[in-house]
């Protein structure tokens, strides 16, 4: 058993992401695209994201500082076109999803680098991948900053302006979880389906 007071013995930080990703999970993951002023975009997967508000319903993601302490290319984008489209991909595109993840120079599109098609979001000027079953289309309400060191995170909080599901996947009702087969992120290179579920009545 260990206990762990970071003030007095600070795990690394390698040491806490290790941690965070082997013990916080299955993670959902948010496959973002963004664009900067000149029209090159951008696609990223990060699994430290979340749901943060129903109404307004806002999106939350946290894309970390690399080990320089620089942003990713997804933030600098977004301050500069205030916008994002974050898709939940499903198993039938992890393959593709695992290819945006790869470090390319700033301004090369992972579009192109993963084979997707780009097709147009409402009420934005940043596109969708157009395969993608579920996709969110959001305006900027704030990134907070946790810091200038590498692996600081960099909370992105996204309104939901527009939305695009699959009539595959949604009734008007509910989500079809046999459809979308959502996956959720794992450590190191493991992923995790939903295909084993099992349900509780929540108490009165």
Same mark, same amino acid.
């Given at each position: 058993?260990? /206990?762990?007071?970071? *003030?007095?013995?600070?795990?690394?930080?390698?040491?806490?992401?290790?941690?965070?990703? @082997?013990?916080?999970?299955?993670? +959902?993951?948010?496959?973002?695209?963004?664009?900067?002023? /000149?029209?090159?975009?951008?696609?990223?997967?990060?699994?430290?994201?979340?749901? %943060?508000?129903?109404? +307004? +319903?806002?999106?939350?993601?946290?894309?970390?500082?690399?080990?320089?302490?620089?942003?990713?290319?997804?933030?600098?984008?977004?301050?500069?076109?205030?916008?994002? %489209?974050?898709?939940?991909?499903? *198993?039938?595109?992890?393959?593709?999803?695992?290819?945006?993840?790869?470090?390319?120079?700033?301004?090369?599109?992972?579009?192109?680098?993963?084979?997707?098609?780009?097709?147009?979001?409402? @009420?934005?000027?940043?596109?969708?991948?157009?395969?993608?079953? %579920?996709?969110? @289309?959001?305006?900027?309400? *704030?990134?907070?900053?946790?810091?200038?060191?590498?692996?600081?995170?960099?909370? %992105?909080?996204?309104?939901?302006?527009?939305?695009?599901?699959? /009539?595959?996947?949604?009734?008007?009702?509910?989500? #079809?979880?046999?459809?979308?087969?959502?996956?959720?992120?794992?450590?190191? #290179?493991?992923?995790?389906?939903?295909?084993?579920?099992?349900?509780?009545?929540?108490?009165?």
């Amino acid at each position: 058993m260990s /206990d762990y007071l970071l *003030e007095e013995s600070p795990l690394s930080s390698g040491a806490i992401y290790r941690m965070f990703c @082997g013990t916080i999970c299955p993670r +959902p993951i948010a496959w973002v695209s963004t664009h900067d002023r /000149d029209g090159n975009t951008n696609l990223a997967p990060f699994s430290f994201f979340n749901v %943060v508000s129903v109404a +307004p +319903p806002v999106l939350g993601f946290s894309p970390l500082l690399n080990g320089e302490g620089q942003p990713k290319d997804t933030i600098r984008n977004l301050e500069q076109v205030p916008e994002c %489209v974050v898709h939940i991909s499903g *198993e039938a595109l992890v393959n593709e999803l695992n290819a945006t993840s790869a470090s390319l120079p700033a301004g090369e599109d992972e579009f192109a680098l993963a084979g997707l098609e780009k097709v147009t979001m409402p @009420g934005l000027s940043v596109p969708r991948v157009a395969a993608a079953p %579920v996709a969110f @289309g959001c305006r900027l309400r *704030e990134i907070v900053r946790f810091g200038d060191q590498p692996m600081a995170g960099c909370l %992105v909080l996204a309104e939901v302006v527009s939305i695009h599901i699959d /009539d595959a996947i949604w009734n008007g009702r509910h989500v #079809s979880v046999e459809a979308l087969k959502p996956i959720g992120r794992m450590a190191g #290179s493991d992923y995790a389906r939903t295909s084993d579920l099992f349900g509780l009545e929540r108490p009165a």
